[in-house]
């Protein structure tokens, strides 16, 4: 059996894994949620008015501070909806998952050995997500 194929085998577990089935079901909530949706494309349009705004040679400061403005309270109003509060729990503990899977996968390439290796908490040791390291020691 090559690498890859116990890779596809891995994301097939994943996808089987009850963190990913919750995420897909919030996801699901979300995008059914006719009301965050229309909040989020309100806040869409903001962002693109915002920056139309500011592009421009003599943007209109009143303006761009009541687009600020408005873009704030919509996004809190968004993050304060329950299927949004629900999904992005969700992604969070599927996103932990997924670093520590990570973690394993970055120890065994150093050299660890596969049944014994633990990627390391948020105390600051090493968790093996490269993207927030100041590098190996």
Do not use: H, W
Request: some cysteine.
């Amino acid at each position: 059996m090559d690498v890859i194929e116990i890779t596809r085998q891995l994301g097939e577990a994943i996808q089987q894994d009850e963190k990913y089935i919750a995420f897909m079901e919030a996801k699901k909530a979300n995008e059914e949620d006719m009301e965050l949706n229309a909040m989020i494309g309100k806040l869409n349009l903001v962002q693109m008015a915002y920056q139309n705004e500011s592009g421009k040679d003599a943007p209109d400061e009143q303006k761009l501070s009541d687009m600020d403005r408005e873009f704030q309270n919509l996004y809190g109003e968004i993050m304060l909806n329950e299927n949004m509060k629900r999904y992005e729990a969700k992604k969070q503990e599927l996103d932990d998952m997924m670093n520590y899977l990570i973690g394993i996968l970055s120890q065994c390439v150093n050299g660890a050995d596969p049944a014994t290796c633990e990627p390391m908490s948020e105390d600051g040791e090493c968790t093996g997500s490269c993207s927030t390291c100041g590098g190996c020691g």
